[in-house]
């Protein structure tokens, strides 16, 4: 895992530590350190320094028995959340310098949180914010000297309840940056076979098993949109098939794995380019998500359908105004070729049906309109269901994944009718409802049992360093879906 971190649960804090990491939170008439081992708090000094403590706002000061102390905002005491404690665990993984550092973890957990759910907030953070991709960075002189782990002892009197939540921490926290290396590839790294082969070794390892359709095979299961949109390239495709539990009604997950989105014949831009090794941000957290699911030993049946390709425009390419023949044999007029990830969803989602699936959830960087609707931290979802959307919401907001209810009008089905086909893939509103045009799309070939469609383009991939994310793949979804499938598994019915 590229996270140059280690942990280790202790009762008290250890000699030869460099630097103490507290929380200090805001009062309605002061600050306050949350720990009691750094003596009287130096408010005046805070103040000096304009230190406010808000959420995951740093500062460096000395304590009375000379250590280094690393103070980190937990912003109101009576607001203090699990979010909160990510981005507090997030800040002190960037603040801490030295190699050997102690955060006394009883102090930074509010009594009014389950210590075990804020605990292993605040260390997904540590982590998260820990992350690296530099396997494509030439190293300077002495740079192996600084390669060597941090090591960081979580110091509590509460140590067996914070050894399960730092692993199921560092379970997650593996999984989600699993997800951001397959993105973080170069695409012409990570084409189709590659990571068909990587992600079936990875799984495989954790006991998962895992099938590889080839083209010939996709050919004669008769994965129409899957063909049609790898036609252009010399990158032939794939599909995954994961299996993990043994039930037979299973959870199934859906991820787009378009390794790289030229457009096809209608070509994006150049900068619209840059980050298309991106669309296969859901198939990454498919595969992601059962390897987490596998690590933690869930009691639960989840099957991982992920269809894989490239984009690309040649001579044999789909052509706008094509007709092509989806798995479950409606077709589907193309009039534009960069509308492809709908067109291997199609494919997978009629395979889903045939599972009798009691939940299945699509996870796509699938439209633009997204974005400029919600932004690059929010994802839309829809579907058929609004109580499995609900529950996908509260464990979005659980795991720091927003996730916001957009609606699939069936008075706007009518945008997806063809001249010539069933229907095609593009809405005929000149632009318009384009999230929710494609939404409706996915439906004409999802499962009439639950199911909910992601749309991951936003926060699939982040801008800046920021909270527990780093510039590039977020590996967005991960957590939402562990812990939906975690609660899922224990409170559902048999059906």
């Not at 509103?429 to 494609?438: D, I, P």
């Amino acid at each position: 895992m590229p996270i140059n971190t280690s942990l280790t649960v202790v009762s008290k804090t250890p000699q030869e530590v460099f630097e103490l990491g507290v929380g200090i939170a805001k009062t309605p008439t002061t600050l306050r350190a949350t720990s009691q081992l750094i003596g009287r708090l130096d408010v005046e000094f805070l103040n000096n320094r304009k230190f406010s403590a808000k959420v995951g706002e740093s500062i460096v000061f000395a304590s009375t028995d000379s250590l280094a102390v690393v103070g980190v905002g937990l912003g109101e005491v009576t607001r203090i959340d699990l979010e909160g404690l990510r981005k507090a665990g997030a800040s002190l993984a960037r603040s801490f310098c030295s190699t050997r550092s102690a955060v006394l973890m009883d102090d930074f957990v509010p009594k009014k949180l389950d210590f075990r759910q804020g605990a292993q907030a605040f260390v997904e953070g540590i982590l998260l914010a820990s992350y690296e991709f530099k396997k494509y960075k030439s190293k300077s002189d002495g740079e192996e000297a600084t390669d060597s782990p941090k090591e960081i002892f979580l110091v509590s009197s509460q140590a067996p309840q914070l050894r399960a939540a730092v692993f199921r921490a560092i379970c997650l926290s593996d999984s989600v940056c699993i997800a951001r290396d397959l993105v973080n590839e170069p695409a012409s790294s990570m084409t189709p076979q590659v990571f068909a082969r990587t992600a079936s070794e990875y799984l495989q390892a954790r006991g998962v098993e895992v099938e590889v359709w080839d083209e010939k095979r996709i050919a004669k299961e008769k994965l129409g949109g899957v063909i049609g949109v790898s036609k252009g390239s010399i990158e032939p495709p794939r599909f995954l098939t994961i299996k993990y539990g043994t039930g037979k009604t299973p959870i199934v997950l859906v991820g787009k794995g378009v390794t790289f989105d030229s457009g096809g014949l209608s070509l994006k831009t150049a900068s619209g380019m840059e980050t298309m090794k991106t669309d296969m941000s859901g198939a990454a957290c498919v595969v992601a998500t059962i390897s987490c699911l596998a690590q933690l030993k869930a009691k639960v049946s989840v099957v991982g359908l992920v269809p894989l390709v490239e984009n690309m425009p040649s001579g044999s390419a789909t052509k706008p105004g094509d007709v092509l023949k989806a798995r479950n044999g409606k077709t589907i007029e193309v009039l534009n070729t960069d509308a492809e990830g709908r067109l291997i969803l199609a494919d997978a989602l009629s395979i889903a049906c045939e599972l009798d699936p009691v939940v299945t959830i699509d996870l796509a960087t699938l439209t633009g309109a997204c974005i400029v609707a919600l932004g690059d931290r929010i994802a839309g979802i829809m579907g058929n269901d609004n109580q499995l959307i609900e529950a996908l919401k509260r464990a979005g907001d659980r795991s720091g994944e927003e996730l916001w209810h957009l609606p699939l009008p069936s008075k706007y089905r009518k945008h997806i009718d063809s001249e010539i086909a069933d229907v095609k893939n593009v809405g005929a509103s000149g632009g318009q409802a384009g999230t929710l045009t494609a939404g409706l799309f996915l439906q004409e070939f999802a499962p009439t049992s639950k199911w909910a469609h992601i749309d991951m383009a936003g926060p699939a991939r982040s801008t800046i360093d920021e909270g527990v994310y780093k510039k590039g793949a977020s590996g967005f979804g991960v957590r939402t879906l562990v812990d939906f499938i975690s609660n899922y598994s224990q409170t559902a019915k048999t059906r």
